[in-house]
């Protein structure tokens, strides 16, 4: 059964940073693409970055190119997002994905509040 867990999230100031963590199970972790989406209020979920299988191939949301470093540690099936310079505008609920067969597979998310 796939299962991705999500943690790091919090309270950070803007101009701060976090370190989100998605820890992966239940599938071929070096097989697959990991993403992550985010959901602010009232707000579709919006793709923020993807990494491929083997870390080689990374993508950024505009928003975000240049401030958050997506990256992933295989041999812990673990993926991760950086986040510096943190925006108000950042602020949201972040999912970890993947999609094997088709599906999409989704963590709970973990809060990112970005407040002064």
Not at 40 to 63: F, Q
Not at 64 to 75: C, H, L, M, Q
Not at 76 to 87: F, G, I, P, R, T
Not at 99 to 106: K, P, T
Request: aromatic share 12%; net charge positive; glycine share 10%.
């Amino acid at each position: 059964q796939v299962h991705l867990v999500e943690s790091g999230g919090g309270l950070v100031q803007p101009g701060g940073s976090l370190r989100l963590s998605c820890a992966a199970s239940g599938f071929t972790f070096t097989s697959y693409a990991m993403s992550w989406y985010r959901q602010a209020p009232g707000k579709e979920r919006e793709l923020v970055a993807s990494i491929s299988s083997t870390g080689m191939t990374r993508d950024y949301a505009d928003s975000v190119k240049g401030r958050f470093t997506i990256s992933r540690d295989n041999a812990k099936n673990a993926a991760y997002l950086q986040m510096d310079s943190l925006k108000p505008e950042d602020t949201a609920v972040y999912y970890c994905n993947v999609v094997l067969r088709r599906f999409d597979y989704w963590g709970q998310g973990t809060q990112v509040t970005v407040s002064s």
